[in-house]
């Protein structure tokens, strides 16, 4: 089977994790990259021997020889490029969030739907083992019906220095466990309640606290604190607990599984998401790609997770940063 020529748009730290991962992959070759800013282009086409660049991506996707797109740009700059690459025939990963509007999200679910080319939405926790074990155990009926969620995603302040004035706690980090709260309870959120704290002055706040109800009267809470201390030894303190009427699951990732002491301190260091393993970066991100590169080749959508779900992530988190900015419930789906 021939591999599926694959191109990264969106040069930044991320995108360039993609690169690390196509170019890795038994079924890809990593074939054309595109970004705005010519010194970045050349400096990750250098690394990564890749002869196709564009400093717009319109021109990457008029070349019929791409099969395959990772959208790696900042949230608010990826409805264009996606619907623009659906409209191409290109098959397209993109990164989450899915957009920065709900209306944007619904107009790429919408071409997504019409399109030849396969889609998928990279929520990477559902590639992760351990929630991947945790849906197989709600799945099969061990903890019973689920009615409480509570999920802890905080980082030191030195990851997101920068970030803070692109994008916030809430749909940044949040998104991720609101999706795996609908993906595990099978429910709909009605309602969102959150405060934020806005410490250092950045564009968005650096701390915030959420609070859902499902439509199965299930309650979800979500911490999301980018504001640990600058020399914490880890890099994410993550956690998980699930309560249902039969049992509970428990997940606590990342912090502290793998630890190194040498003359600057202690460090942990990631060994889920994308680590590096032999030469080749792997992990929770190798996991998804490579999977959605064999729905390409195989011809399948990509089942694991719908444009539809991805949408109720965002429309959630939204709902719950309105709530912290106006001070009030916020209701959905009534």
Not at 147 to 172: E, F
Not at 275 to 299: K, M, T, W
Request: aromatic residues 8%.
């Amino acid at each position: 089977m021939e591999k599926i020529k694959y191109a990264v748009i969106g040069l930044g730290w991320f995108g360039e994790k993609h690169c690390e991962v196509i170019d890795g992959l038994p079924n890809a070759e990593l074939y054309a990259l595109s970004t705005r800013t010519p010194e970045r282009l050349q400096e990750v086409a250098q690394r990564f021997g890749v002869e196709h660049t564009y400093t717009d991506y319109r021109e990457l996707l008029a070349n019929e020889e791409v099969d395959a797109v990772s959208i790696t740009t900042m949230w608010d700059q990826h409805a264009q490029p996606s619907l623009d690459s659906l409209a191409a025939g290109k098959h397209v990963f993109l990164e989450k969030p899915m957009a920065s509007t709900v209306e944007d999200c619904a107009a790429i679910v919408d071409a997504a739907k019409k399109a030849s080319g396969k889609f998928m939405v990279g929520h990477i926790c559902r590639f992760n083992p351990r929630y991947a074990a945790a849906k197989a155990a709600i799945d099969e009926g061990r903890i019973g019906e689920i009615v409480s969620m509570y999920a802890r995603r905080n980082l030191p302040r030195w990851i997101v220095t920068d970030i803070l004035n692109k994008i916030g706690p809430i749909i940044g980090d949040g998104v991720h466990d609101t999706d795996l709260m609908l993906w595990y309870s099978g429910a709909k959120v009605v309602s969102a309640y959150a405060q934020t704290l806005n410490v250092t002055g950045k564009k968005y706040p650096d701390i915030g606290a959420t609070m859902y109800r499902f439509d199965n009267g299930a309650i979800g809470i979500l911490e999301n604190v980018w504001y640990l201390p600058e020399k914490t030894a880890f890099q994410i303190d993550e956690r998980m607990e699930i309560v249902g009427t039969k049992g509970a699951i428990s997940i606590h990732d990342t912090h502290p599984n793998f630890s190194i002491t040498d003359d600057d301190g202690w460090h942990s260091l990631d060994t889920t998401y994308w680590p590096e393993i032999h030469g080749i970066r792997s992990g929770a991100l190798r996991e998804e790609l490579f999977y959605f590169v064999d729905c390409v080749q195989r011809n399948v959508e990509p089942s694991v997770i719908s444009p539809e779900d991805s949408m109720a992530a965002v429309e959630a988190c939204l709902a719950a940063e309105k709530s912290a900015e106006t001070g009030t419930i916020v209701m959905l789906n009534q």
